[in-house]
């Protein structure tokens, strides 16, 4: 098994740039989750999905968007980038909503200039 | 007031030695607490769940004090490889997992 994996690892956009953070996990777990993780702030929840066609916000939803057609996949749209959300990007997925483990990919560092 | 609590650090420890960090969280309706390890530049993953009656894995002892609110972590006989920073997880009654912004460990020979 891969695990969790995203893509890109590395990434820097311009001001207003859209972009799509992609995420797979091959383990069939229902649950994945976007997270970002700043200096002195902790991992923050952007969005999560209980399953395909389920997502629902977090709590630091904007700017962002997603989307589950598949339980393997789970993209997180930048629509417009900002300086604010230069960041590291975080995908994770988990058995259940009971989240009793999250398995996290190797994350995407985000500069927006 | 934020959701979780965790002193940053750095603790600063020579190889061999016990060292123990704390958290705090405010929901008293949390359901479920977690102990995360992330090393440097790398993804954080899942060190040991920590269970209403304490629990052992190895080196590594977690407590839960509800009445109190905080959870804990204890770890024994320090080694160079555990230098890392701990990231104490709640969950509550949602679908979601509130993360302290970690503890960070450095052994040194």
């Known amino acids: 098994n891969a695990g969790v994996t995203q893509t890109p690892k590395f990434q820097v956009l311009k001001t207003g740039q859209s972009m799509t953070l992609q995420c797979a996990q091959d383990m069939n777990h229902e649950y994945m989750s976007w997270y970002r993780q700043d200096p002195g702030m902790g991992l923050r929840l952007i969005h999560y999905?209980?399953?395909?066609?389920?997502?629902d916000q977090g709590e630091v939803p904007n700017g962002y968007n997603v989307s589950r057609s598949t339980t393997e996949d789970f993209p997180l749209r930048l629509l417009s980038a900002a300086p604010s959300q230069t960041s590291v990007y975080f995908c994770a997925s988990s058995y259940s909503h009971r989240l009793n483990e999250q398995y996290f990919g190797p994350g995407t560092r985000l500069t927006v200039t | 007031r934020k959701e979780v609590e965790q002193d940053p650090g750095p603790f600063n420890v020579p190889e061999g030695a016990t060292v123990a960090f704390n958290c705090t969280y405010s929901?008293?309706?949390?359901?479920?607490f977690f102990w995360y390890r992330q090393d440097c530049r790398k993804e954080p993953k899942l060190l040991m769940s920590?269970?209403?009656s304490g629990n052992e894995d190895g080196r590594f002892t977690a407590q839960l004090n509800r009445a109190s609110q905080y959870i804990s972590l204890l770890i024994r006989d320090s080694k160079l490889s555990d230098s890392a920073t701990y990231l104490c997880v709640v969950k509550g009654l949602t679908d979601k997992l509130i993360f302290g912004t970690g503890t960070r460990l450095q052994v040194f020979p």
């Open positions: 929901n008293s309706a949390s359901q479920s």
């Open positions: 999905s209980v399953g395909a066609g389920i997502t």
């Open positions: 920590v269970y209403s």
